[in-house]
């Protein structure tokens, strides 16, 4: 498998504290069948002051420790990126990075306020060339309210990333159904681990993969933890799912309208 989202690089962000959590972080995802992950720490202004250049110094530092200890395990750069004002000009500066240099990277909404103009924010950098890929909406508190959103940002190209936790109820109830109406609605397009330690928030996929697996089938799960992470590290095109979704529900909509209205004719009403 291949996990596009963890915070395995030591002390910089809220995840692996030293070298020792990040290599038994690398043990724990090998054993449990990862082959590549991708170190994305948190960039927020005022808290977390990661930058490319630093972040690919740390994840030099962590390969030569996976070498030494023979860990088989391939690290590349990305970065969990919290929405900011002036994303779109520090991409462009690369001052932040995307997922291993493509034009994919991982894009952090706030976790608690809808964030405003979210859909043209999205847009824009689309626009500008790059796709984001939105972690974790099932465990933002604001997307049940506002589920709409989520189908708009993906109807715009935009990919989806769900956190493996919350398939397996990991996150509470409300996370596990949204990701459960994702999967069913077929709006996911990756998951991910977002790991942070070995207990709590550890890089582990396989139990998702399995949930995956019974819910929608073994190509989807492929898709979901193989095919679509790799495609996103070779920069390959990728149509976000929730494009279509978005196309399908809304023909479904469409037709349900009209039989209504046949109907009523009929009755004469
Ligand atoms: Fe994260």
């Known amino acids: 498998m291949i996990d596009l989202h963890s915070h395995i690089l030591p002390g910089c962000d809220d995840g692996a504290v030293d070298l020792a959590a990040a290599l038994a972080m690398a043990r724990v995802a090998v ?12 960039i927020l202004p005022g808290l977390y002051r990661n930058d490319t250049v630093g972040i690919e110094h740390r994840v ?14 391939r690290l590349v750069v990305g970065a969990d990126v919290h929405i900011a004002p002036d994303l779109l000009q520090k991409l462009t500066d690369k001052v932040v990075p995307t997922l291993n240099g493509t034009r994919y ?12 103009n979210f859909n043209a924010f999205v847009e824009r950098l689309i626009d500008a ?17 506002h589920y709409d959103l989520i189908e708009a940002v993906g109807r715009a190209g935009a990919l989806m990333q769900i956190t493996a936790g919350s398939l397996t109820g990991q996150f509470g109830t ?9 999967l069913e609605e077929g709006r996911i397009d990756l998951i991910a ?10 890089p582990v996929l396989s139990a998702a993969y399995s949930i995956v ?25 990728i149509r976000a799912v929730g494009m279509d979704v978005a196309q399908s529900v809304k023909r479904e909509a469409e037709t349900k309208s009209r039989t209504s209205r046949f ?3 009929l009755q004469g009403r």
């Open 174 to 182: 409300q996370a596990k159904a949204l990701a459960d109406r994702m």
């Open 60 to 73: 030099k530092v962590l390969r030569q420790a996976l070498s030494d200890e023979a860990i088989d395990l």
């Open 213 to 237: 697996e019974e819910k929608v089938g073994a190509e989807t799960a492929r898709n979901l933890f193989v095919e679509t992470p790799a495609r996103i590290l070779r920069n390959a095109d």
């Open 129 to 145: 060339g790059y796709i984001p890929v939105v972690t974790h909406p099932e465990r933002l508190t604001w997307v049940a309210k």
């Open 31 to 42: 054993s449990d069948g990862t082959r590549i992950l991708a170190c994305t720490p948190h």
């Open 263 to 265: 109907w009523r004719m």
């Open 193 to 202: 681990s977002d790991a942070h330690n070995v207990s709590g928030r550890s």
């Open 105 to 116: 990277f991982l894009l952090e909404p706030p976790h608690h306020v809808v964030p405003p």
